[in-house]
């Protein structure tokens, strides 16, 4: 993974969540861009998953967190845009298949479903698990081209 730094967006019902994996990043040394939402106010979770397509697209960051009530919809938000892999996580197990096989570059999470713990395990696999590459190439290629 480059050195670039990891954004996190939620709406507010994954505000909490994302403060806690932001704390949790930092702690883990890596440098952080906060997309928001800066605080529990009622928003629209597909204003921050085209926050977090902005930052990607135009290369500040290179991989990302997002967090709304289940990760559904913010997940659905983000994979509109055909260069986003946005995987929506519940254990460790999805997070780092879905490095390891589809080359996630968006770990989505719910934070009314999974707690801290299990969110941090997830976040974990997602940074430190690289993509395996070949019988999934292809499939990760078609992916892209709208087909
Ligand atoms: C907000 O209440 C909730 O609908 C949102 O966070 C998310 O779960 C949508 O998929």
């Given at each position: 993974m480059s050195g670039k730094p990891i954004a996190v967006a939620s709406d507010h019902a994954g505000y909490d969540l994302k403060a806690a994996l932001a704390e949790a990043l930092v702690a883990m040394g890596y440098e952080i861009v906060d997309l928001g939402t800066d605080g529990p106010d009622s928003v629209d979770y597909p204003d921050f998953a085209k926050a977090m397509i902005r930052a990607i697209v135009e290369g500040r960051v290179e991989r990302g967190v997002l967090v709304c009530g289940t990760g559904v919809g913010i997940s659905i938000a983000a994979n509109r845009h055909p260069g986003i892999r946005a995987a929506l996580c519940h254990n460790e197990t999805t997070a780092r298949l879905a490095r390891e096989h589809?080359?996630?570059?968006v770990l989505a999470l719910g934070a009314r479903i999974v707690g801290v713990e299990v969110a941090k395990d997830c976040l974990k696999a997602f940074l430190t698990t690289e993509f395996a590459g070949g019988r999934h190439e292809k499939r990760v290629a078609k992916l892209a081209d709208g087909g």
């Open positions: 589809n080359d996630a570059n």
